[in-house]
């Protein structure tokens, strides 16, 4: 079980806005602190609760997440909040135990071309890698909840089809390393639906009572499409990203995660309560959008707004 369980509950769904990092891992201008700062602030007025808001990686090669301890802190501010950061290696591990964050995740690939590629470490060292931060957090005096996320959970940009079968042992194989949750990931966006709902049903039947997240890119547009599946098939953790940013840089043809707007109005309409203010989250765009306007920005919901007889409003 994990050591905080209600960091996730498993009666309701719980949205992950992860523009903050993998929305800025590919930009060529990015917000400057305190417009990242705005950002969060608003979010977290509309509703949101679950911030991933970058990386630990050095400055030099990932400028835009320098800033990533003042950006902690700035969700550490805010009841209720819950800050994420990805750490690819011992030393990003240790420096996020340094800081008030509540979750450090790390990345396991489904294909070894993708675990070279992305982390130079083969898969199994991948998993080793797992159980070494899942012990330093258990130790810690914070003890941040450790998320694993299987990326090309759903087919390989570098290596093609991956056998669901793959990603399940490796789900299995971090769940023992002691991972408190696991996420599957599209990261290329070469899933359809009739594919995520299979594995995310057998995921499910893994992983119990606790939760798993599905991470979604709308590469060929099905991301949509394919978080409605999820959701029938038992996903109850999803990813999205404000105006639908992000990419792999070590992924070829990646492009952006799933919309998070459209996400809430995907899991609303299907009588999932997220607790969000849709029109009030629609607003937030406008940070990232002036501060980075040579970037595209999707999004059905932004072309279109919200129906104006929309009875779910939170509060409603």
Known sequence: MSRRPGLYPNDRVTLREVGLRDGLQMVKSYPSTAEKQNWIAREYAAGVRHFEI????????????????????????????????LALNERGANDALETELDEIVCVVSATEEHSQANMRRSRD??????????????HSSRKP????????AFGCSLAGAVAHREVLQLVDACLDAGADIVGLADTV?????KQV????????????DRPFIIHLHDT???GIANASAALDAGARVLDGSLGGLGGCPFAPGATGNVVFEDLVFLCESK???????????????????AAMPNERFHGALARAGPPPNLAWRAGA
């Open 220 to 222: 060929r547009g099905m």
């Open 145 to 152: 909840f450790v998320n694993v996320g299987i990326s090309m």
């Open 125 to 138: 060292e991948a998993v080793k890698l797992v159980a070494d931060i899942a012990g330093l957090a258990a």
């Open 271 to 289: 009588g999932f309560a997220t607790g969000i203010d849709l029109e009030a989250l629609a607003k937030v765009r406008q940070i990232p959008e």
């Open 197 to 208: 709902a299979e594995l995310c049903t057998a995921t499910a039947r893994l992983c119990g």
């Open 54 to 85: 970058g990386s630990f990686l050095p400055a030099a090669r990932m400028p835009q997440f320098a800033d990533i301890r003042d950006l902690i802190a700035t969700v550490a501010g805010l009841e209720g909040a819950v800050s994420s950061a």
């Open 189 to 193: 966006g070469f899933a359809g639906p």
